[in-house]
Each structure stands twice: as structure tokens, then as C-alpha cells.
T-cell receptor
Framework: AQTVTQSQPEMSVQEAETVTLSCTYD???????LFWYKQPPSRQMILVIRQEAYKQQNATENRFSVNFQKAAKSFSLKISDSQLGDAAMYFC?????????????FGKGTHLIIQP | DTAVSQTPKYLVTQMGNDKSIKCEQN?????MYWYKQDSKKFLKIMFS???????INETVPNRFSPKSPDKAHLNLHINSLELGDSAVYFC????????????FGPGTRLTVL
């Protein structure tokens, strides 16, 4: 079974600085998707960025980018120019591209604090 | 224009009661899911469902049952509520089994006293 590990329960960064959240995963599949979701205090799960495993190019969405290392099974999220609104729980998630039973497999989350 | 909505947002009830949480999506998706987020914020899939198949995570007690009156709705029924059922429950949807992106509802915080 696949697993997702986020080794940083909490991270803190100064506003306007850059922070990187770590995620590693374990799977025997070669074709899958990886995601970062943001959960602010409002509780809503918001998709931040997604990566298709067959694509070598790292995904980017404005200030958010990933470093996807397929061989190392690593999928880190970099947030540039951190803003107060970035404060939230961040979850790394995996989904096998064949879909079906497993849904999304989530890591335990990283609580990101933005210091003004 | 909420894409995935859940009602109620908060639910407080006594042990032993039966309750339901409703979920509706207006995205035209044909696959819906229920996730449970425990007190430590860990999210875990409970059910995956489309009009052809229901897949149940083996760890989910049979007191939990999803019911889908149509493609746009997947309600969660819980019988004989227990203290350990207290959690946040999220509904999500996607277009098809193999589509990657799932869109989540706002969550329902269930508290069992």
C-alpha cells in the first residue's frame, strides 16, 4: 500500500521569505498523481498544486512550485514571497492514476506559520 | 456558486443516535467520496462511489453507509453513533474514477457527546 510522509509537523517563516515543505511517498506504481492541499482555519481543503508522475517538469502555480524527484520519491512544495494568507495546514497527497478504491492518500500535514 | 456543498456544517448529537450528512456537487462529476479527518488532522478515505460501483475502505464500520439518490448527491448515514465518530467529514468529487483532481466540500464537524 502507498504511504505519504510529511516529516515537518510545523514550520515557521517570516513574511516575504521562502519556505519549503517536505513530502516523501512510497508506491510500487509508476503512474500516479501528487498534490498539495491547503487547509486554512476555515477548514476548507484547497488544491494548491498538482504533479503528474510521468511529467519531468516541475509544476508551478504563481508563488507555489514543487521539486518532484521521482527516483527519490520526493515531492516538496516551495512557497516564495510568503504572505500572511499562506498560514494553514498543508497536506501532501498521492493518487494512483488508475483511480478507484484508494482515493487520495494523505500525509499527516505540516502546520505553516507566517511571522509578520 | 459552491461546487461541493455539505449540510450541516456542524452537528452535535448524543451517543447512540442516528444522523445523516448531506453532500451535493454541481460540477457534473460522476464520482464522489467521503473522507474522515480525525482530531490529529489525519485524512482518510472512507468511500469511493460512482453510478456503477461503491468501494468501501475496509476499516470503516458498517454503521456508516453512503446513499446516492442521484449523481449529484452522496449522503452519509451513520447509525448508533459512538464517541470515536467525532471528527470532520469531507465530501469530495471528481470526474470519473481515474481523474486526478478531487474537489472538496467545506466539511462537517461531528461531535458525539
Amino acid at each position: 500500500a502507498q504511504t505519504v510522509t510529511q516529516s515537518q509537523p510545523e514550520m515557521s517563516v517570516q513574511e516575504a521569505e521562502t519556505v519549503t515543505l517536505s513530502c516523501t511517498y512510497d508506491t510500487s506504481e509508476s503512474d500516479y498523481y501528487l498534490f498539495w492541499y491547503k487547509q486554512p482555519p476555515s477548514r476548507q481543503m484547497i488544491l494548491v498544486i498538482r504533479q503528474e508522475a510521468y511529467k519531468q517538469q516541475n509544476a508551478t502555480e504563481n508563488r507555489f512550485s514543487v521539486n518532484f524527484q521521482k527516483a527519490a520519491k520526493s515531492f516538496s512544495l516551495k512557497i516564495s514571497d510568503s504572505q500572511l494568507g499562506d498560514a494553514a495546514m498543508y497536506f501532501c497527497a498521492y493518487r494512483y492514476s488508475g483511480g478507484g478504491a484508494d482515493g487520495l492518500t494523505f500525509g499527516k500535514g505540516t502546520h505553516l506559520i507566517i511571522q509578520p | 456558486d459552491t461546487a461541493v456543498s455539505q449540510t450541516p456544517k456542524y452537528l452535535v448529537t448524543q451517543m447512540g443516535n442516528d444522523k445523516s450528512i448531506k453532500c451535493e456537487q454541481n460540477l457534473g462529476h460522476d464520482t464522489m467520496y467521503w473522507y474522515k479527518q480525525d482530531s490529529k488532522k489525519f485524512l482518510k478515505i472512507m468511500f469511493s462511489y460512482n453510478n456503477k460501483e461503491l468501494i468501501i475502505n475496509e476499516t470503516v464500520p458498517n454503521r456508516f453507509s453512503p446513499k446516492s439518490p442521484d449523481k449529484a448527491h452522496l449522503n452519509l448515514h451513520i447509525n448508533s453513533l459512538e464517541l470515536g465518530d467525532s471528527a470532520v467529514y469531507f465530501c469530495a468529487s471528481s470526474q470519473g474514477w481515474t481523474t486526478d483532481t478531487q474537489y472538496f466540500g467545506p466539511g462537517t464537524r461531528l461531535t458525539v457527546l
